[in-house]
């Protein structure tokens, strides 16, 4: 395995683990890295190398709310899941290249149904699943089941159909990526490359008794409050939505964001003369022009942001609402 960029925490650990996936013919794994320093990838292991337990169970009932909310959508019909499920899981060599389109034929209609879903709930209402809602619970459903059936057996036919759909429809739901505003050309291609070895390590774990990561709690229960949170809480809160390892010292990093669109003169005057919803418009244009200046800065979080766009919409939503309060005075 080649590595480029920085890991840490989890996300190290589940990257690096991926060599211990068995092949054919495979008798040993190597790993080049160009990035990382050894003491970081210790450090990353080592919590889980003794004993890893979990603090609070997960609740395999989670996964009927979860159905229950998806089922109030009315975004999946059984018929197209059992249509989908009966084609998927004939042999593999079987499966013609007319058949391939009628997978995508049985998931198509429920991606147009999901674009009729609101974008955003009716406040008046407020209980018309919309977009986000949705989509959030097919994640969170994916997610949970995919981890509770690794340590216990299921029995029901029916969530296992949704959880095989569920996954494929995922990826056909419609997004809009921030990736798409970076088009690189030549005049930053890479010619030269300079190799040298700096050093070659086996890296030694530690006996330190038992690690404990928290559960999987209420699954599907979405964070609302972000926007309540201050700068310093605001690193809580994505790590517990996303689990990300982000710590105290990323907070400069929004810090000195939020510090140079509040002095920004064009955006005072559009807060103070325009409500949230229109003043959004500037503010989402400055705001990505402030976050590419400072990428070098925190290389994690900009990629975090430019990768997951839930994500970048989370971080986004939390300044929009934290700049505006703040020049709109």
């Known amino acids: ?116 879903l609101p974008e955003e709930t009716n406040e008046v209402l407020g209980t018309e699943t919309n977009q986000d809602d949705f989509k959030n619970s097919l994640q969170t459903f994916c997610r949970t089941y995919s981890f509770l059936t690794q340590i216990m057996p299921f029995s029901d036919v029916d969530l296992e ?66 926007e309540e949170a201050n700068l310093s809480e605001i690193i809580e809160v994505l790590n517990k939505k996303f689990q990300t390892e982000f710590n105290t010292a990323d907070k400069l990093f929004f810090d000195q964001i939020e510090e140079e669109l509040v002095v920004h003169g064009g955006l005072k005057e559009q807060a103070q003369n325009n409500p949230i919803e229109n003043f959004k418009f500037g503010f989402e244009e400055l705001f990505l022009d402030k976050l590419i200046a400072r990428m070098e800065q925190n290389q994690d979080i900009f990629t975090k942001m430019m990768d997951d766009k839930e994500f970048g919409d989370v971080v986004k939503g939390y300044m929009l609402k934290k700049v505006y309060e703040r020049l709109s005075r």
């Open 1 to 116: 395995m080649y590595v480029d960029k920085k890991l840490s925490g989890v996300k190290a650990v589940q990257t690096l683990s991926r060599l211990n996936r068995m092949c054919a013919g495979k008798e040993d794994t190597f790993v080049l890295d160009f990035a990382n320093e050894t003491q970081d990838i210790l450090d990353s292991f080592q919590p889980y190398y003794e004993l890893t337990s979990i603090t609070e169970n997960s609740d395999p009932n989670h996964l009927y709310d979860l159905k229950a909310e998806l089922d109030k959508a009315n975004v999946i019909w059984e018929t197209e899941v059992n249509n989908f499920c009966n084609l998927f899981f004939k042999s593999s060599k079987s499966l013609s290249t007319s058949d391939q389109g009628k997978l995508n034929a049985y998931i198509d209609p429920a991606v147009e149904r999901f674009k009729a």
């Open 161 to 226: 159909k949704l959880f095989t759909y569920g996954r494929f429809l995922l990826k056909k739901l419609p997004r809009t990526s921030q990736n798409d505003k970076f088009k690189l050309g030549d005049e930053v291609s890479l010619e030269y490359y300079r190799l040298q070895k700096i050093a070659e390590h086996n890296i030694v774990m530690e006996s330190r008794g038992v690690y404990e990561l928290e559960g999987g709690g209420q699954a599907g229960i979405r964070l609302t409050k972000e």
